[in-house]
């Protein structure tokens, strides 16, 4: 019984750590590599592999490589039904301003400095 | 228990089993390698926007109206293939040319009204480029169970990690 932890326990724990809240924060603005996040802590990448280890562990963050760089992003599962609603409508906004970032870069004039 | 008491019951629970409202605000900010004009030129003209403004891979158009201007509205409706419709509902209430768009929006998923937001869009000139603020402030009505767009939103990812292995 005392072994077991609610997702939510994990998560807890989780933040209880001023660095992982920070990442947490980060990812919430949307997802990062491993050195991008790094950038602003004051500690080693292995130390900040640590901890994005443990936010892994805890179901809040999720990661995938390509290639040599780890992208990390928020996974929307554990936070609050109310916070997973504003994760997707952030969503459907970041898709729109990436997809609208591809037109702008297709219809590019040749003379735009 | 009485038939008002019975009636008023049901009413509370389904209140409480049916009813919220959840407020929630994020922004975000983007750099564009194009000058603000531009960019804008992206929201104001209807055939620009229709090149980038849609639902998620998977999503089919089923209607597009749009009128910019102070007062005028926008409806972008399409349906996925599971059946569910979404429509987005939106009223243009402040605009000023190259800088500024305000405007408030109704999202509904297959009849029934998810949120109700409003937002507010800056460009910025930024060096050569443009710097674009979108903030939303949103209420979330309703216990909106995602109809699925978890899954669509893993779809999206996946949608921008072939597109960043292309570029």
């Avoid at chain 1, 900040?48 to 963050?61: A, D, I, P």
């Avoid at chain 1, 990661?63 to 780890?70: I, L, Q």
Wanted: charged share 30%; aromatic share 8%; net charge neutral.
């Amino acid at each position: 019984m005392l072994n077991y932890q609610t997702p939510l326990d994990l998560a807890f724990q989780a933040l209880a750590d001023p660095a992982r809240r920070s990442i947490v924060e980060r990812l919430t603005k949307g997802p990062a590599s491993v050195s991008e996040l790094a950038k602003p802590l004051p500690m080693s990448l292995p130390a900040v592999m640590l901890h994005l280890k443990v936010l892994e562990e805890s179901g809040l963050v999720k990661s995938h490589k390509v290639g040599r760089v780890r992208t990390c992003r928020i996974e929307a599962q554990p936070l609050s039904q109310a916070e997973r609603w504003i994760t997707e409508r952030r969503q459907m906004w970041e898709r729109n301003l990436d997809r609208l970032g591809a037109f702008l870069d297709d219809t590019k004039p040749e003379q735009e400095p | 228990m009485s038939q008002a008491e019975k009636s008023c019951a049901t009413y509370e629970e389904t209140q409480i089993m049916n009813r919220s409202v959840v407020h929630g605000s994020f922004t975000l900010t983007r750099v564009y390698d194009a000058p603000f004009a531009r960019v804008f030129q992206a929201f104001a003209n209807a055939e620009a926007k229709a090149k980038w403004f849609e639902g998620p891979p998977g999503w089919k158009l089923i209607k597009r109206g749009f009128d910019f201007r102070e007062g005028g509205r926008e409806h972008v409706s399409g349906r996925f293939d599971n059946g569910t419709v979404t429509s987005f509902d939106c009223v243009y209430h402040d605009i000023i040319e190259n800088e500024r768009i305000i405007y408030s929006y109704v999202m509904e998923i297959s009849g029934r009204r998810i949120s109700v937001s409003q937002a507010s869009l800056q460009l910025k000139p930024e060096g050569k480029g443009t710097k674009l603020v979108l903030t939303e402030y949103g209420d979330f009505l309703d216990g909106y169970d995602d109809a699925g767009s978890r899954e669509h939103g893993t779809g999206d990812l996946l949608d921008k990690l072939g597109k960043s292995l292309q570029a």
